[in-house]
Structures are given as structure tokens and as C-alpha cells.
């Protein structure tokens, strides 16, 4: 008998190739919840979080993927579930109805391709999230450290906003463009008109830049040139940009690792035809040493949101013998201020987490003033001074103190320079060091917001006019608070604060 030549079905080739590929995705996520099921809970660490998101454990880093997608806000986070050290990069999943209360969701990216699958390191590094007609679409980097490092940029979607597919065009930028280097990464995508934009991280020439693209369908990506780059002193790679428009300007978020690891907000004009971006301003985001890549959404309200990776790639990271390392800080607000400058400030909704409150009388403060607040180790604070009313050189607080005073982390406002600093000499088992900036346009009164939690501080003064973030890591019982005024008085107008409960649950 005579079989004629079978000539294969194109078609049916590329089905079998997807549910290959999805099956290759899904054992991969498999293997990584069986190791998270089989690792030690974190939970009786004292130093676990309780109101910030944290991974159920093992490792975390950068916010990736932030978006509202019917009805719910994703954050999605860089995730090594097989260690409490960074590792092959997965992408874990949060999910929130409001921002304050959160659930975990599995795990919506796991390495597992010839472009994005680990070897030493690799993985699905840090990407955004975008609504393309009701699927969510997920563009990630993928980093394959073989002979050479190679970074290109991915797609995967998801109709239900839980399980996710590799897309088979990846990668869909299989090359970095003219201006860029085998640093390509990160990823930020939005819509405007009738295009997808993305800004990636790159460099040349020991300057740290960013790229910019343009496409029609998420696949098919043309660059369209290097939006702006460093002067030779501002990093030689800039790592996750986020490029959006803010209170009648652009503004643009890059995070840079010099002497220490911070995330810059430049503002200007971007021009959607040339890529370019008009540079105006550059200042830190945030003035502490735990604030990095962050990542920015727009709100179903409007409002810019914004939650950064609340650690620094200096940190020695003091959880990991307990199983665990890395936290997001409390999602934030950016709004621009009559004078220009970027300001960003605590998302009001987080007051739904407050319990009784408790209040402090105005009164002149001078020396030491012990307070006796209720939740010394998870408590928000607000605290106002008088400023003309006020002779003292310096004052300010006193957190997460031991009965005996050696350990403390000490908050102060020295009034000739309007500087804000925040002091970890004394903190506890992590890093040193003395942090902060000037509160810019201080007049009559200061205004200092405090959220406290088990080993974290992140500071807010003057709605927003400068924050400094940074873990700390004392020991359980060093709880006491109080206030001080060196040189003179401190006239306090206003203290209230509220012992926080957990974001975990309904
Ligand atoms: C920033 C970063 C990103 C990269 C990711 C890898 O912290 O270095 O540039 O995508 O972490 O985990």
C-alpha cells in the first residue's frame, strides 16, 4: 500500500507547542507552591509585618504588575519561593478590594522557558500589568544568565486575573535597540490614544537611561528612542521606570543603586511622538534606604498610587534565618504641589485599620517626654508642632525604645536647616546609619506622620513634602515612645495615635 507524504497541520503544530509550553508554566508554578507549602511558616517572627504585604514566604522584592482589573488592585511582587534568598524570579501574587486589606493569590509566573528560565540566577524579573480588553496582560522581563546575560521582554495574559499563559510571540522584544545594552529591563507599559507605550531600564556608556517603544497589539514593539539618561553622575543603570502623567506634567520614577539604593522622581514634558523626555526636576522619592523600584497605578479614582519595595539591595535582611525576607511599603499617594514639587503622602483608606484612639493634649515639650501610646510596635502617629511657637534647636521622637534607652530610633527636626533625619545607630540587628532631607517650605507648623510596624518605620512630614522609610529591626519588647526637645521648647499642638490591626483577611 501506498502512503501518500502526511504534510504536517500548522495549525495543530501550534496547539501542541501551547499546551506544551502551558504545561511546562503550570509544572514549573506547581513545584514552587509545593515548596512554599513545606516551608517553615514565618509567622512567630517578631519581626513579620502586619500591616505591610509580605510574600507567605521565602523571598521578595520588587512591586511588579500594579492595576485595578475588574473590581480588584493586583500587586504582583518579585518572588524566590524555594529560599529567603533572591533566586530564580517568579512572580507571586496579592490581591485587594481597597488597598488596606489583602489575600495571597498562587503564583502568577514561574520560570520556565529557554527566555526566561533560571539558571544561576534569571528568571521573570519585574514587568507591569495592562487591561487589554478585559485580559490581563502581564510584560515582563525575561533574564537568562547563560554564556552571556540576555534580557528581552515578554507577554503573558490571563482572561480571570489568576492563572496566566506565556504568550507564544515572546519574547516580543527579543533585542535591546541602539541605545540600550544587555541591561534591558523592567518594563512599564500604559496606553495613550491609540498605542501602547513602554519605557524600559537600560544603559550606555556607564549612564543609566531609559528606552521608550510603541506598539499597536502588545506583540509588535517599535523603538522609538531613549527618553532621558543620566549626566554621567546620576547611576550608571536605571533599574524599573514608570513614565505617567501627574498634575498637569510628567513625571518619571527610576530607581538607582549608588553609595545607597534610592528611587528618583524627575518631572517634564514626555512627547508621545519622539519618545523624548523633557527633563525639568530630580529628586529622591524617598529619603530613607528602604524604598525601591516603585511602581505606580492609576486608581479607579483617579488618584496615582504608588508602593515601592520596602528594603534596599544593601540591606543585610535580618528575617532570613526565620524564613523570610522583604516587604512592600504602605501604598502611597503622588500629587503635584503648586510649587512643582512631587509629593507623596499615606493612602487615607488606611485609617480603616485603626483601633481606639489615643490623644496628647497641646503642651510645650522640653527634654524627654515619655508617652505611654498603645501599640509601641504597629501604631500610626500624627504629631504637630508650633513652629513659631518653638525655641528648641532640635526636637522630635523617640521610637521603639528599650526601658533601658539602648535601643532607639530617634526622629528629629533640627529647625535652623528644616532638616528631617531619622537615626538607626541604635535601631536594633539591621543596618546603620542617619537618613533624611529638608522639609521643603516649612512655615508655622510641622506636621510628622508615623507609621510604625514590627520592623519598619515609614515618616511623612508636611502631607507629603518629604518621607523617609526604612526597616528596622529591635527587639520585641522595645516599645516606648516619647518625645524630646533639645535646646529649648517644642510647642506640640496635636498628638493622636491608634494601635493598627492586620491587613490579612476580610
Ligand atoms: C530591581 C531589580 C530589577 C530586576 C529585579 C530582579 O530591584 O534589580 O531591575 O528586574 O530586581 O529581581
Keep these: 500500500m501506498i502512503h501518500e507524504p502526511q504534510t504536517p497541520d500548522p495549525a495543530s503544530e501550534q496547539s501542541q507547542m501551547n499546551s506544551q509550553r502551558s504545561l511546562r508554566h503550570q509544572t514549573a508554578i506547581s513545584g514552587a507552591h509545593h515548596a512554599l507549602d513545606h516551608a517553615a511558616s514565618p509567622a512567630d517572627c517578631p519581626h513579620r509585618p502586619v500591616f505591610h504585604t509580605a510574600a507567605p514566604a521565602g523571598w521578595m522584592n520588587d512591586p511588579n504588575g500594579l492595576i485595578h482589573f475588574r473590581g480588584e488592585f493586583h500587586l504582583f511582587y518579585q518572588h524566590h519561593p524555594y529560599s529567603n534568598d533572591w533566586g530564580p524570579m517568579h512572580w507571586g501574587h ?27 540566577g534569571g528568571g521573570c524579573y ?18 537568562v544568565d547563560g554564556a552571556a546575560q540576555m534580557e528581552v521582554q515578554c507577554v503573558a495574559t490571563s482572561r480571570d486575573g489568576v492563572a496566566f499563559t506565556k504568550d507564544p510571540a515572546n519574547p516580543v522584544i527579543a533585542r535591546p535597540p541602539v541605545d540600550g545594552s544587555a541591561d534591558f529591563r523592567d518594563p512599564k507599559v500604559w496606553r495613550h490614544g491609540d498605542h501602547w507605550y513602554l519605557v524600559a531600564g537600560s544603559c550606555q556608556g556607564g549612564r543609566g537611561n531609559v528606552l521608550i517603544f510603541r506598539s499597536g497589539d502588545l506583540r509588535d514593539w517599535q523603538y522609538l528612542g531613549k527618553g532621558t539618561e543620566s549626566d554621567g553622575t546620576q547611576a550608571a543603570m536605571w533599574e524599573c521606570p ?7 506634567v ?21 512627547d508621545h511622538a519622539t519618545g523624548r523626555f523633557d527633563r525639568r526636576s530630580w529628586r529622591d522619592l524617598d529619603a530613607g534606604p528602604d524604598f525601591y523600584a516603585a511602581q505606580t497605578l492609576l486608581d479607579p479614582r483617579g488618584r496615582r498610587i504608588v508602593i515601592g519595595w520596602m528594603d534596599s539591595w544593601k540591606s543585610t535582611f ?14 502611597r499617594v503622588l500629587t503635584l504641589a503648586d510649587d512643582g514639587q512631587v509629593l507623596m503622602s499615606p493612602l487615607p483608606e488606611l485609617s480603616a485599620l485603626r483601633g481606639d484612639p489615643w490623644s496628647h493634649g497641646p503642651q510645650p515639650i522640653a527634654g524627654d517626654h515619655a508617652l ?10 500624627i504629631a504637630d508642632f508650633d513652629l513659631a511657637a518653638s525655641t528648641a534647636t532640635s526636637f522630635g521622637l523617640r521610637v521603639r525604645a528599650s526601658a533601658s534607652g539602648d535601643e532607639q530610633t530617634v526622629i528629629r527636626f533640627d529647625r535652623a536647616t528644616a532638616r528631617l533625619t531619622v537615626d538607626l545607630d541604635r535601631s536594633g540587628c539591621g543596618p546603620r546609619g542617619i537618613f533624611g532631607g529638608e522639609v521643603s517650605g516649612v512655615d508655622r507648623t510641622l506636621r ?17 513634602r ?10 520585641a519588647a522595645s516599645t516606648s515612645l516619647s518625645l524630646f526637645a533639645d535646646g529649648g521648647t517644642a510647642r506640640l499642638t496635636r498628638l493622636d495615635a491608634w494601635p493598627l490591626t492586620s491587613i490579612w483577611g476580610t
Design 94 to 120: 496579592l490581591a485587594s478590594r481597597d488597598l488596606v486589606r489583602w489575600r495571597h493569590l498562587p503564583i502568577a509566573l514561574a520560570p520556565s522557558e529557554p527566555y526566561d528560565r533560571a539558571q544561576k
Design 126 to 143: 519585574s514587568g507591569s500589568a495592562v487591561d487589554d480588553d478585559g485580559v490581563l496582560t502581564l510584560i515582563y522581563t525575561g533574564h
Design 242 to 248: 514608570d513614565l505617567f502623567p501627574l498634575g498637569g
Design 250 to 270: 510628567d513625571a518619571l520614577i527610576v530607581s538607582l543603586s549608588l553609595e545607597r539604593t534610592k528611587t528618583v522622581v524627575m518631572t517634564g514634558a514626555f
Design 318 to 331: 535580618p528575617t532570613k534565618p526565620r524564613g523570610w525576607a522583604g516587604a512592600m511599603s504602605i501604598p
Design 372 to 381: 505611654d501610646a498603645p501599640g509601641g510596635s504597629c501604631l500610626e502617629l
Design 448 to 464: 510628622l506622620h508615623l507609621f510604625i510596624d514590627r520592623s519598619s518605620l515609614e515618616l511623612f512630614a508636611n502631607d507629603g
Design 466 to 475: 518629604l518621607a523617609i522609610t526604612s526597616r528596622i529591626y529591635p527587639a
